[in-house]
Every structure is written in C-alpha cells, then in structure tokens.
C-alpha cells in the first residue's frame, strides 16, 4: 500500500489512494499505522475515494478507528494532495461526511475551505436533552464546572472560553468532556483564551485522537462560539493560533464558516503487511 504523510500545522495524516474502493478494514488500518513509534505515526488515516457528487470522496479514520464525519485539515491536506498528483484545477469540490465542500489552493500556497453553515441546534450537533441552542451553559467534568458552547461543524465540538485557559490540564479534563453524558457522539472540546477580538488562543482535545497540534473544525467552533458570545469580531478574519500554528477563520453570523491555512508534505513510503 503505498501513502503519503502530509499535515496541516502538525496535525498529520497518512494519506491513502483508494479510487477502485479496495481498501480493507480502514478502521484496523488506522489503529495499525498510527501507533506512533511503532509505525508510521499520525492522528488519522485519510482514504481518498471517487465521487458521484463531487470531484473526489474523503474518508477519515481516527487512530483509535473510528470514522470521523469531518476533519478541516485533512480537507486542506487532501485538496493539495490531488492538485500536486492529478494536475487538476485550483478549485475542488471534495465529499466529506455526506456533504460537499469547496477547497481553493491560494497562491501562496495556502489552502481555502469553504466549511459551510454551523449548526446550532442541540439536538443536531448533536448535545443530549431538548433541542436548544447552547451557549455558555454550565457542564462538569470530575471536579471542574466550566460554561460551553455547542458547535457542529459536520463534527460535535464543545467550546470553553474559561476565566483561566492557562491553569487547565487539557489531558485531565479533555476525556472526561470527550465522553461526558451529554454528547451521544463524544465530542471535540476546545479551551479558548482571547487576546484581542480578532485573535484568539485555542487548545483541543480530539475525539477519537486526543490533544493535537491543531483541529480545522476546532478552530472554526472556536470562533463562532465567540461570536456568539460576543467574544470575538464577527465582520473581520479571526487570527487562531492552535500549538502547531495559525488559521484563519471567518464566519458572519447565520453564514459560511471560511478556514484558511498551510498545508505540508512530510514524505512518502509503501507499507508491506497486515500489521505494520
């Protein structure tokens, strides 16, 4: 099986080709070829696969094996993968999750994604009890009670804009959120510190991955949780700073969210073996 490892702000993936759909037992696959240190290490293995719908199919697999709905930087990873390996346009329209995404690669070399409308309905992001839409609403994990916002950007994400991002153990409180009561799915859980209104400082616990170097969708939440809470500047591009680097992130209120950002090629190799 040949692959290519690519990332997005550290955020890596091992892409795979998979256009006569032959690929078996992806979730195995993942758990086998993330281990870091044992293999070839990432947080998610990316299957790119034909479309009837757009011009090419996305899949996403977490290192513990489970199917992500979506993934931001796998989304700019994968869009400059196949501009770099079938000469195609700077437009792509690729299917994720059951939707369609468009993705631009910029002449700097960034990638564009348009990642659509947020949804905000409880019990479509989704969050267990009535259908709502949650805002600073109080939660517990182990000892610590924060107030979070409830995003779904075709994945479940739990923001937090605590009082004190610093003093929080993201590894502590991370899994006890990921997989609190509330979220039938788990979810993503960001912890966000504000330094100005147009930029922000955003730390994330993936579900299915655990702490990243950074999160598309995470930094998408990130900002219209802050809109909403009047956090952030909705008219202008929030700069998020994630450990691995910086998006840009625009969302005008009840529109588009636009992600921003590089994308890299890490090497590539042939993986011999069920078990690797």
Known sequence: MNFTKMHGLGNDFIIVEDLDLQASDPSGRAQDLCRRRWSVGADGLVLIQPSAEADYRMRIFNADGSEAEMCGNALRCVASYIK?????????????????????????????????????????????????????????????????????????????????ADNISLETVGPLLEHHSMF????????????????????????????????????CAAVVAGVQLGRLDGKHPVEVYLPGGMLRIQWKEDGDVLMEGPVEKVFEGEVHGEKQ
């Open 184 to 219: 039938p799915r788990r979810a993503n859980v960001e912890f966000v510190k504000v330094l100005n209104p147009q930029r922000i400082e955003v730390n994330v616990w993936e579900r299915g991955a655990g702490r990243t170097l950074a999160c598309g969708t995470g930094a």
């Open 84 to 164: 770099e390996r079938f000469d195609t346009g700077e437009r792509l329209v690729i299917e994720v999750g059951g939707t369609q995404k468009n993705t631009m690669l910029l002449p700097d070399g960034m990638v564009r994604v348009n990642m659509g409308v947020p949804e905000l309905r409880s019990d479509l992001v989704p969050v267990n009890g009535a259908s709502r839409k949650i805002v600073n609403e109080e939660i517990t994990a182990g000892d610590n009670t924060f107030y979070f916002s409830a995003v779904g950007m075709g994945n479940p994400h739990c923001v937090i804009y605590p009082d004190h």
